[in-house]
C-alpha cells in the first residue's frame, strides 16, 4: 500500500510543478522518500502521513492556479510531516515520540529566546551621531534645479511608476518591503521585465519576510529573475539556524531611474497601495523628484544608500536558473509580456512624459535620514535626526503617523520637540480605526503618556487604515518616508525619511495632509474628544476589544519588537 501511494504522490507532485514551481522542492522529497520505501522494504509504517500528504495534494488540484501561498504551505507542512516519519522508521529510541517531543520543546524555547533577547536592550544615540548632526545641512540651496510633488492617490502613485519605468534608458532600482503578484504588483513587474527587455538593468530589493508570503515559489517573479538584465535579491531571508537576525527587516520603499528621476515614501508594490482597485485600501504618501537639471542630483544620496543595503551579506540573490525549463514559469513570463501590451493600450496616457514643470514645484534642498543597515539591534539615528529637525522649528510642527509605540527615551523627545512654545500636532489612525492590532493595543495603553507630552492628538477614523508617515516643519521643511513612530522603526528595521526645504512643496505637503485632519477626532483627553459636527468616533467591536485586552495581557511585554 505504501509503495502504491508513494508513486501516486510522485505523479501528482510531477503534475503539480507545472503550476506551483515551489513543488518541486516536495518533489524530490517524495522521490527520496520512495527510494527509502523500496531499499528498506517499508510497507505499513507511516501510511497515516502519507495518507494525509496525498489528501492535502487532491486538494491543491482543486484550488485556483494562483493559489502560490497555499502551495507552499503545503510544501512545508507535507516537509514536515515526511520529516517526522523518516524519524518514526528509524527504532533507536533517541528518537520515540517522547524524546522528539522534548526535544522539540527545547528547541522552541531556545529559538525564541535567540530570536528575542538581543533585541531587548535598546541602543543609545552615540556621540558620533550627534556631533556629525548640523542642521544647516537640511536647508538653504544644494540642488538647485530640482523639482519635486506630492503623490497622495494610490491611483497616481501606479500611474507615475509605470511611467517612470518606462523612460528608463540605463537603470533601474526597486526597493520595497512587500512585492506581491496581484493586479498592480503584475502591472509594475511587467513594466520592469520590459525594461530589461530594452536592455535596461533592473534591480529588485525586497524584504525577507513578506518574501515568503508573496515570492518564494512565485512563477511571476521567477520569470522576472531568468530576464537578462534583472537581478533580484533578498533582504535577511528567513533562516531558522540564525534566529538572532530574524527581527531586523527591510522597510524602505523607492523607485531611482537613471540620474533623472526617483519616488520616495511609504507605499509598498501591492494593491492595498497602488492603482483604484476595488477592496481594502491603505493612503499612504510618496514624494516625485526630477533631477534632470540638477548639478548635484539627490538620487545619488538614495543611490549610496542603495549600494550599503544591496551589497550587505544579508541581502540574497533570488532564481536560480534551473526554473527557466519549469512550465509555470514559462506561461507566467508570456502572461506579463502579454499584460505590458494590454497597459499601453488601455492606459496610453501612463507612458507619455509630462511637462516637469506644469507638475512640480521648486525645491531647494534634499537630504536623506537613515538607519543603519545591517540587520541587527540598531541606534536610532533617524528618528534621532528627525526629532532635531523638529526642535528647530519656529512655530509649529505637524506629523503623522500610522502607529505610535515609544519608549521612554522615544517620548522624552516628543516632549522635546514640544517645548519653547511650539504648537506640535501629530495624526495617527484611532483604536477602532488601526489596521495594526499591536498599535492598536499600545495606543489604547499609552494614550495618556502621549498627551503628557504636550503633543496635540488628532484620530484618523474614517474606516481606512492610514499609513501615511510625514511631517512639517514651519512653512519650509517637509519629510516623506517610511518611519512609523515605534520602536520597530526606531530600533530594528531599516528606515529613510527625505527632508526636504521648499516652500511650494511644504504649502502641498500640508494641504494634502489637512484633508485627512479635516474630519479627524481632536484628542482631549484619554478617552474624550472635541468631534466636528456631524462627527461621532466609530464604536469598537467586541472581536477588536478582546483582541486588544488578549493582547494587552499576552503580548504587552514584546512592544519593543512591534
Known sequence: MRKWICLIQIVLAAFLVSRYPAMSVLLLLLIANAAATLLLGLTRKGIAGMAVILLLMVCMLLLPKEAVIAANIFV????????????????AAIFCRRNLLTAGGIFLVVFLLAAILPYVKQPEVQKDTMENFDLADYTGTRQEGE?????SDNGEALEERIRLISQAKEEIILSTFEFDADTSGKQV????????DRGVKVKILVDGFPYLKTMWGNPYFLAAAQQEHMEIRVYNPVRLWKPWTLMGRLHDKYLLVDDTAYLLGGRNTFDFFLGDQKGY??????????????????????????????????????GSG???????????GKELKQLK????????????EEDIYEKTVPIQNVQLIANPVHANVKEPTAFYEMAEIMKSAESEVTF?????????????????????????????????NNGNPFGAMDYHRYKGQILETGVSILEYDKGVSYHGKCFTVDDHISGIGSFNWDMRSA???????LVIDSQELTMQLRKEMSSYEADALRVTGKDSYDLPEGVTPRPMSKKKEFRIKALDLLGGWARFLM
Open 491 to 497: 530600533y530594528l528595521d531599516t528606515e529613510l525619511m
Open 76 to 91: 512545508c507542512i507535507s516537509t514536515l510531516i515526511l520529516l517526522i516519519e523518516w524519524l518514526q522508521q528509524w527504532n
Open 147 to 151: 523639482r519635486a510633488k506630492i503623490i
Open 281 to 318: 485600501k491603505n493612503y499612504d504618501w510618496d514624494v516625485f523628484v526630477s533631477c534632470k537639471e540638477s548639478e548635484n542630483p539627490s538620487i545619488v544620496q538614495v543611490q549610496n544608500y542603495f549600494q550599503s543595503v544591496w551589497k550587505q551579506p544579508d541581502s540574497r540573490p533570488y
Open 400 to 432: 503623522h503617523t500610522p502607529y505610535l509605540i515609544c519608549d521612554d527615551w522615544m517620548l522624552q523627545k516628543l516632549k522635546e520637540v514640544c517645548s519653547d512654545g511650539r504648537q506640535v500636532q501629530m495624526m495617527t489612525n484611532s483604536v477602532v
Open 341 to 352: 501590451q494590454q497597459i499601453e493600450k488601455t492606459h496610453a496616457d501612463w507612458f507619455v
Open 189 to 196: 513587474l511587467a513594466a520592469l521585465m520590459d525594461a530589461a
Open 322 to 332: 534551473l526554473w527557466k525549463w519549469n512550465p509555470s514559469v514559462k506561461k507566467a
